[in-house]
């Protein structure tokens, strides 16, 4: 039961009433006043009841778990997910015994599921919400890989006094080799080409 229409002899009353029916708090409701009754003649004669409709608020954080659930078990994948919200930036921490069907060569398919969960969460939402879509660390892995490659390729950039080319990444991919780089003395980095593929440019200064 996600809605309901109650009275009381106050409107006051009448949401307690509802709250109480669908045992949830105020804050979780949204509240339509429909008629805000009427005391009468010594609160008794003529009196008319307040009547209410209250509605649970959508929690559109539970129904992008759901839809995760959904996605990952058409590709016969059935995961546990662990969810931190952190002001607007939300992350699902996905766990299966086949995990790596849902990270893909690089993370592609991750990323891809990622970009889904995206739209899902913030399709309906008053707020928005940034998302993070991990699959049992692999995100902090990529990180650690990433930081690694930036500097091997800085490097090899520097050693050749040429530019070079990394292989094409998603946007919060490149912004990573970015921020290792932004201040090496020696080489600047920009993003060259357009998506799918986008790639970072190492260049000796």
Not at 79 to 86: G, H, R
Not at 89 to 103: Q, R, W
Not at 163 to 169: I, T
């Amino acid at each position: 039961m996600r809605e309901i229409t109650a009275s009381g002899q106050t409107v006051e009353e009448a949401v307690q009433s509802a709250l109480e029916q669908l045992n949830t708090t105020r804050d979780q409701v949204e509240i339509e006043i429909i008629d805000e009754g009427k005391k009468g003649l010594l609160g008794v004669f003529g009196s008319k009841r307040a009547y209410v409709k209250v509605k649970i608020k959508k929690n559109y954080i539970e129904e992008t778990e759901t839809f995760i659930h959904e996605v990952t078990k058409n590709m016969n994948v059935d995961v546990d997910i662990t969810t931190t919200v952190e002001e607007n930036h939300v992350t699902f921490e996905m766990n299966a015994e086949n995990i790596a069907l849902l990270i893909g060569k690089r993370g592609q398919t991750l990323n891809a599921l990622q970009y889904l969960v995206h739209l899902a969460l913030n399709k309906d939402s008053e707020e928005y919400y940034s998302v993070t879509l991990d699959a049992e660390g692999y995100r902090g892995r990529r990180r650690e890989t990433l930081e690694s490659l930036a500097g091997k390729m800085a490097d090899k950039a520097i050693r050749l006094n040429k530019r070079v080319a990394l292989e094409p990444m998603a946007a919060f991919e490149r912004k990573i080799i970015h921020s290792v780089l932004q201040d090496h003395g020696d080489i600047s980095t920009y993003s060259e080409g357009a998506e799918p593929h986008r790639h970072i440019v190492i260049k000796p200064n």
